[in-house]
């Protein structure tokens, strides 16, 4: 039995689909180029492409050369073993290479375990394709179908795929796709893998680097698990085995882009320890409720025990918030941070209010701060980046969006991720329901974004009277219609907001990941459109909208744990 079999799923039926046939062709130059490379590694690839006339192909490449296998409808059948479905197929599974469909995935893994007896001690599964991170609605994009995957089904085909195939977690789970390196993807795939490797930001069409990134793995085998050495099972039972080969993924890989930054390249990629993703969640939802206590006052008010200092800790904590976020490595259009840069740039601003005297009230949100910088590094194995627009990057995202528009639209997913919904809770009809350990950072995200940087409508004559505008603490009360998602105004179900509006809608070509101007999280996106990466940035969101204040230095490259000293964090 080989120590690893590693399985490729590249869901090309879109743009990405040239740039997929050269990563394939990269795999079998490695494995033609050394006899030697598949003797302790099986290698898979799944691959659908957008041509019309090509098949969707499995390839083995576990004998040293490349064996192409067609899958027919017969194949797809196979998939439905153990599973809780009728026995009549669905269509999606009826329409062949359809690359979103969970069935597709467990059909390959099926074909890679039990049709070629690929079994290993260890199982790496990378999925290259688009993503947008939680949103789910461009995960492995397929074209023909016009589906896409999201995180429950992926999630849902995993443990299927561990229980029915793997017999134990999957070793290294890897995304070549933009913005998958969040914490809430992280807690929602914790229990399939050990190890996840992954970006916070975008990746370029190209993809990850498949030769020098496989040569590298064999390299580390041939160093360290020389094949005439007893190997000791305590280093494969503590998972330590994939923890060193998911590393060795991202310092190949920030190897090889470090030769492409002079021609405007940015990226960045990090490993994880996804045993360590529960301590941080816990983390992070203690810095929501710290952070909420400051602004949630609806209690103080009707008792009426608010005082002026807790009115100048919520103008302070305002002011500090909104700076720190400013200043904060970003993602995803804006709306994820990272979430150690963002402690890290809280801790300044409170350093400097200290001096003044005015900073005890937060001793506590310091410490939390610390908490989670420390929970990051714990969790986070190796991260590195390339680029001036990533070279502040951790390892590890968080949701932080700048306007409550963009939390309520996209809130009918963020709320049913199991970090905030909990396990089996699936009604969770308001933010009250919820019984996920990152809970208190979504009721933060919508008292925040509601009650503190909203700013409110100009006064108004009512018959003939002026009316003052509402004082903004008396706002805070929850019992306020204004401030409800209920009311008319914020409810999904208002035309003006509602997804099926074209305006607002993600079916709208202008706004689309079919627009042709978008990125590698865009289904559509083009090598040769200059804001085409995999990346966040369609045209009007790269000239026009608040952008990254980051001092351009195309030479930044190399690890997080390689800069430990920022410059204005140490002072």
């Known amino acids: 039995m080989k120590d690893w079999t590693i399985m490729v799923y590249m869901a090309g039926d879109n743009n990405l689909s040239e740039n ?15 006899r030697s490379s598949t003797e302790k590694i099986n ?22 050369e490349a064996k192409a296998h067609e899958i027919t409808a017969t194949d797809l059948y196979h998939t439905l073993k153990n599973t809780r479905l009728s026995d009549t197929l669905p269509d999606e599974i009826i329409r062949e290479g359809n690359s979103a469909s969970a069935f597709s995935i467990m059909n390959f893994v099926r074909w890679c375990i039990e049709t070629q007896k690929r079994t290993a001690e260890n199982y790496a599964i990378i999925f290259s394709g688009h993503s947008f991170g939680f949103h789910g609605t461009s995960l492995l994009r397929d074209a023909n179908s016009g589906g896409f995957m999201t995180l429950f089904k992926l999630r849902w085909a995993l443990e299927k795929i561990n229980k029915d195939y793997l017999g134990k977690k999957i070793g290294i789970l890897g995304f070549d796709s933009c913005v998958m390196s969040m914490i809430e993807i992280g807690f929602e795939l914790k229990d399939v893998a050990e190890t996840l490797v992954a970006s916070e930001g975008s990746l370029p ?17 041939n160093e360290n698990l020389d094949k005439d050495k007893p190997r000791a099972s305590s280093y494969f039972d503590s998972g330590q085995y994939s923890k060193e080969l998911a590393k060795n993924f991202v310092t190949a890989y920030i190897k090889q882009h470090k030769k492409l930054v002079v021609g405007g390249r940015s990226i960045d990629i990090a490993a994880w320890d996804l045993d360590k993703v529960p301590r941080l969640a816990g983390e992070i939802n203690r810095l929501g409720s710290e952070l909420d206590k400051f602004f949630y006052l609806p209690d103080k008010v009707e008792k009426g025990q608010l ?10 904590l305002k002011k500090i918030i909104l700076q720190a976020h ?9 709306q994820c941070i990272d979430i150690k840069d963002f402690c890290k740039r809280l801790i300044i601003e409170l350093k400097f209010i200290e001096k003044e005297g005015r900073g005890t009230v937060f001793n506590d949100l310091k410490q939390i701060c610390k908490d989670i910088i420390a929970a990051v590094d714990e969790c986070v194995l190796k991260s590195g980046f390339c680029g001036d627009e990533y070279q502040f990057s951790n390892g590890i995202s968080l949701y932080f969006p700048w306007s409550f528009l963009t939390f309520e639209l996209t809130d009918f997913r963020y709320r049913y991720l199991l970090i905030n919904r909990g396990q089996g809770n699936y009604k969770a009809d308001s933010f009250y329901d919820l019984q996920g350990v990152g809970k208190d950072w979504y009721i933060f995200l919508f008292h925040y974004l509601t009650r503190v940087t909203m700013r409110l409508a100009r006064k108004r004559k009512f018959d003939g009277e002026d009316k003052e505008q509402i004082p903004a603490i008396e706002n805070i009360s929850g019992d306020n219609p204004i401030w409800s998602k209920d009311h008319s105004i914020w409810s999904k179900d208002n035309a003006f907001w509602n997804r099926s509006n074209p305006s607002a809608s993600r079916s709208n070509p202008s706004a689309s990941r079919s627009n042709p101007s978008a990125s590698r999280s865009n289904s559509s996106a083009s090598r040769s459109n200059p804001s085409a990466s995999r990346g966040e940035m369609g045209d009007y969101i790269f000239y026009f909208s608040r952008y990254k204040n980051f001092e351009l230095r195309w030479d930044v490259n190399g690890f997080a744990d390689e800069f430990k000293f920022d410059a204005d964090f140490e002072k």
């Open 43 to 64: 290698i898979l690839t799944f691959f659908d492409s957008n041509s019309l006339t090509a098949p969707t192909i499995y390839t083995d490449y576990s004998d040293g």
């Open 307 to 316: 005082t002026n200092d807790d009115i100048a800790a919520f103008q302070e």
């Open 20 to 34: 997929m046939a050269f990563s394939l062709e990269d795999i079998r130059n490695v494995v033609a180029s050394s």
């Open 326 to 334: 400013y200043d904060t490595q970003t993602y995803m259009h804006e």
């Open 205 to 221: 069409n190209s993809g990850w680097s498949y030769a020098p990134m496989l040569k590298s793995m064999i390299e580390k085998f």
